[in-house]
């Protein structure tokens, strides 16, 4: 089982490659940001947004706040500053939201209805917790994919890296 320190190491280095991201792709001009370059969610500003909705979405859902206020198939913030002031806040959301774990809320188990494909899972916490995270590494690695094809390196994005 995962724990309270290593969930918070995670919500850093979340924000660190989030403000590395935000800062390569802010090199980019509205239109690369949005041009389809093929990924999963078409562009590097879809990809960053996709993460938002995620990230809120597994926020709601581990606060018991009702996810169905949210839309999975509309963009969260349509222009790229105002999705880097939500990725900041949310970020920031998520630093302090580690701070409130402990084990037996970890291993607690946890049931949601998943707003994309209908079905009800059912698992310990801390295996969302650690899909949560999971899941944003994914998503980073095709936006620093994206970034590379429009010849931005993000740099070294390994969590050894990462500054204290």
Same mark, same amino acid.
């Given at each position: 089982?995962? !724990?309270?320190?290593?969930?918070?190491? %995670?919500?850093?280095?979340?924000?660190?490659?989030?403000? #590395?991201?935000?800062?390569?792709?802010?090199?980019?001009?509205?239109?690369?940001?949005?041009?389809?370059?093929?990924?999963?969610?078409?562009?590097?500003?879809?990809?960053?947004?996709?993460?938002?909705? @995620?990230?809120? @979405?597994?926020?709601?859902?581990? *606060?018991?706040?009702?996810? @169905?206020?949210?839309?999975?198939?509309?963009?969260?913030?349509?222009?790229?500053?105002?999705?880097?002031?939500?990725?900041?806040?949310?970020?920031?959301?998520?630093?302090?939201?580690?701070?409130?774990?402990?084990? !037996?809320?970890?291993?607690?188990?946890?049931?949601?209805?998943?707003? %994309?494909?209908? #079905?009800?899972?059912? *698992?310990?916490?801390?295996?969302?917790?650690?899909?949560?995270?999971?899941?944003?590494?994914?998503?980073?690695?095709?936006?620093? !994919?994206?970034? %590379?094809?429009?010849?931005?390196?993000?740099?070294?994005?390994?969590?050894?890296? %990462?500054?204290?």
């Amino acid at each position: 089982m995962i !724990t309270q320190p290593w969930c918070r190491r %995670m919500a850093q280095y979340n924000r660190w490659m989030n403000r #590395k991201l935000y800062a390569c792709a802010a090199q980019l001009g509205d239109a690369q940001r949005q041009e389809d370059r093929g990924a999963f969610f078409k562009s590097l500003q879809g990809t960053l947004d996709h993460l938002v909705y @995620a990230d809120t @979405a597994w926020l709601y859902r581990f *606060s018991g706040r009702d996810v @169905a206020t949210l839309n999975p198939r509309q963009p969260q913030r349509p222009d790229f500053a105002s999705l880097r002031v939500e990725r900041e806040r949310l970020d920031e959301e998520i630093l302090a939201w580690v701070e409130t774990l402990d084990e !037996t809320w970890l291993a607690a188990t946890f049931s949601f209805t998943s707003q %994309m494909s209908g #079905k009800t899972f059912s *698992s310990p916490n801390w295996q969302f917790v650690t899909h949560f995270f999971n899941h944003q590494t994914h998503h980073r690695g095709q936006a620093t !994919t994206l970034l %590379m094809q429009f010849g931005i390196d993000p740099g070294v994005t390994d969590l050894p890296a %990462m500054p204290d």
